[in-house]
């Protein structure tokens, strides 16, 4: 099968030569060809080019993306979108003064979205998923990284783990699935935090291992939620059985948490709103990707993290949506560029940057996702007819996005 997509007014996000990640004042730079064409076969890129180069045009498909331009679809390298239920009423908390860490000590939160997945069934579980997942393709996202969390007993973990395997068989997305045991404390843990961990160590982490059944490994390390030496054990644990980590950190304080993820080697820390110098030269030194998560700190009215000073300081930047029922309902990437240009002061040729390239760093599928290279996956979508690429952000809250392709396959 040979599709063809030519006339692209600009084809953005191209490379010659695969890259792991764009850092600091690269960042800025978004490569394009204008008046572009590019052939998808056998569910892969096989070449792009300038229209004028364009020799063999024959194909089974054909489109004339004439006014429109061609991106590398979204990889959201941070979701909790497996969950049951909605937390509407929490949200109004939050509006009447109530802060995040307020409403978890009082039982909301992680906890009650745990309460409520316990009493869901999987092809309960399977089919919101599904649906929300349908609806991030059509705005544009390719490739998504899903946690498990709102579990809080091995069984129930295992069963929301086990939704995300079906997801990753079943959907044309490319789906990472992140086994995240300590997201909270349950209420019957309280005051005995380090039993749960144990629980996650002795028997979460190995039963996990053996069905296969995560990428990688999460913690929620920060202030009121689990502690260095905490996240320290269970990564441990994790990485000893195969899991990469990534973590929550630095979201409610200077928690260690940005330390102990670069110590364990993970592939990203995310969330990082409180972060220094400190942390920045821990960065600068490793191999991990600080992500950002601007739509959890525009709904829960957080200070940002510093995204401009790392990247003057060299550092790449990501963006996720971390698409949660508590502390960022959506999945729409389109809004998370528009955020990142609005309250991050990023440009929208680095919002794209940071979620594309760098995101599919983050989640580990940079080899085969998150630009426009010869042998990666044509995973990519086309605009509606709008005037230039600054209109994605700039023209918030509708869809800029037409068509969307997935392994090749039009979505
Ligand atoms: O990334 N910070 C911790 N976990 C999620 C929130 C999940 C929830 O509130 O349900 C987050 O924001
Ligand atoms: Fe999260």
Redesign the pocket.
């Known amino acids: 099968m040979r599709t063809l997509i030519k006339n692209i007014k600009g084809l953005y996000q191209v490379e010659d030569n695969k890259k792991m990640a764009v850092c600091g004042s690269a960042m800025a730079e978004l490569p394009c060809i204008e008046n572009a064409y590019i052939i998808v076969e056998n569910g892969l890129i096989k070449d792009f080019g300038k229209m004028c180069d364009l020799k063999d045009t024959n194909a089974d498909k054909v489109y004339n993306a004439h006014n429109r331009y061609v991106l590398p679809t979204f990889c959201d390298s941070h979701t ?1 979108l497996v969950y049951a239920g909605s937390r509407e009423i929490e949200y109004i908390d939050k509006i009447k003064g109530l802060s995040y860490e307020q409403i978890a000590q009082r039982g909301g ?2 906890v009650n ?1 745990a309460i409520r997945l316990q009493q869901t069934d999987e092809q309960k579980l399977y089919e919101d998923a599904m649906q929300r997942i349908d609806s991030m393709i059509k705005h544009g996202t390719g490739a998504i990284e899903i946690k498990s969390g709102y579990g809080f007993t091995t069984e129930a973990e295992l069963k929301m783990l086990r939704v995300i395997r079906k997801i990753k068989e079943n959907s044309p997305a490319t789906i990472k699935a992140n086994f995240l045991g300590a ?1 909270g404390v349950p209420m019957e843990y309280r005051g005995r935090q380090s039993e749960f961990v144990d629980l996650v160590i002795n028997e979460m982490i190995p039963r996990v291992a053996d069905e296969g059944l995560a990428d990688f490994i999460d913690v ?1 390390c920060d202030r009121g939620f689990f502690t260095v030496e905490e996240t320290d054990r269970m990564l441990f644990e994790g990485v000893k059985h195969g899991l990469k980590p990534k973590i ?1 950190a630095n ?1 409610l304080a200077k928690s260690g948490g940005i330390q102990v993820g670069v110590k364990y080697n993970a592939l990203s820390v995310d ?1 990082i709103e409180h972060t220094g110098e400190e942390e920045m030269e821990v960065l600068k030194a490793s191999q991990t990707m600080p992500t950002i ?1 601007p739509g ?1 700190a525009f709904f829960l009215n957080m200070p940002y993290a510093p995204a401009r000073a790392m990247m003057e300081y060299g550092l790449p930047v990501a963006m996720a949506s ?1 698409f ?5 309902p959506s999945g729409n990437m389109q809004l998370i560029l528009t955020f990142a240009c609005v309250n991050y002061k990023l440009t929208p040729q680095e919002a794209i940057n940071a979620t594309t390239i760098n995101s599919a760093y983050a989640m580990d599928v940079v080899d085969s996702c998150g630009s426009i290279c010869r042998g990666k996956k044509a995973n990519f979508y086309i605009t509606k007819e709008i005037p230039t690429i600054e209109y994605i952000p700039y023209y918030y809250g509708e869809n800029k996005v037409d068509k969307v392709f997935l392994n090749g396959v039009e979505q």
């Open positions: 909790h939160g992680i979205s997201h929620f929550h979201e969330h998560l959890a971390d949660n029922p508590g502390s960022s």
